[in-house]
């Protein structure tokens, strides 16, 4: 690998405290509410399917929001979220699993783990609709690979988001048979974020797998742009939280009506 491609200390940061996280204390069995279907519902609605994220911080946003992350959760469904995404790594991002608990309970639509798992362990500290599995973290961390991991979470009952940044990791992804891809517009190397990253991986996603735009997504015109470049859906945290969450989830969700 080149000294170039090497994580961001703050990356690195994140992957050493997954390498160190436990898993739950027995195997999960999850009755999964389907994305792909909230998507459509949402499309058929006339809003953009947004898996809008629950946030506390992380180490590319200066500060923390301290509500409730239950009332945060019910303020982006009635914006129009299509989905929810739950931060439950403690360390950099100020989740928790009881966090992921207590949203999917409030909630009737697809909740996302937004975790870094390594390990099959992992997958059972909390029941969710979505898991999420980064090919670059799983690479680094040289631990359990991703094939092996799709399944072990396919066999649990979750649907999976297989995380990639670009062309040869989104075909790791593709033969390891993901059938939902998020493609991250942030550099794990630089942190910098460039929604072109979106619009060079796209063209090569088949059109049976599920696509979803991550990362940089702020305006209406940036909802534009990642819809036209073939996104089914867009994971948006930042955008969403800083500030009045259902207006702002509103706002994303209605963004395509207002061009």
Do not use: C, Y
Not at 156 to 181: K, S
């Amino acid at each position: 690998m080149d000294a170039n491609d090497e994580i961001a200390p703050a990356v690195e940061s994140i992957l050493a405290a997954a390498r160190e996280r436990g898993g739950g204390g027995e195997r999960l069995s999850v009755a999964a509410r389907d994305l792909q279907a909230a998507f459509a519902a949402a499309e058929a609605d006339d809003r953009v399917p947004v898996i809008a994220e629950v946030k506390p911080t992380s180490p590319t946003t200066d500060g923390e929001r301290a509500d409730d992350p239950v009332e945060l959760a019910e303020q982006m469904v009635a914006g129009g979220a299509a989905a929810l995404s739950v931060l439950t790594e403690p360390e950099h991002f100020g989740g928790s699993s009881e966090n992921l608990r207590r949203v999917r309970e409030a909630v009737d639509v697809p909740v996302l783990r937004k975790d870094f798992v390594l390990r099959e362990e992992q997958l059972d500290a909390v029941a969710a609709d979505v898991v999420l599995l980064i090919v670059r973290f799983l690479e680094e961390a040289d631990t359990d690979d991703l094939p092996d991991l799709l399944e072990a979470a396919r066999e649990r009952g979750f649907q999976v988001l297989v995380e990639v940044h670009d062309a040869a990791e989104l075909q790791q992804a593709l033969d390891a048979g993901a059938d939902i891809v998020g493609v991250n517009n942030r550099d794990l190397a630089r942190l910098d974020v460039d929604l072109g990253t979106f619009e060079r991986v796209a063209p090569d996603v088949p059109d049976d797998v599920t696509l979803i735009a991550e990362s940089g997504i702020g305006t209406a015109d940036d909802v534009t742009r990642m819809r036209q470049a073939g996104a089914d859906g867009l994971l948006i945290g930042s955008a969403i939280m800083d500030g009045p969450v259902e207006a702002n989830t509103a706002r994303l969700t209605n963004a395509e009506g207002e061009t």
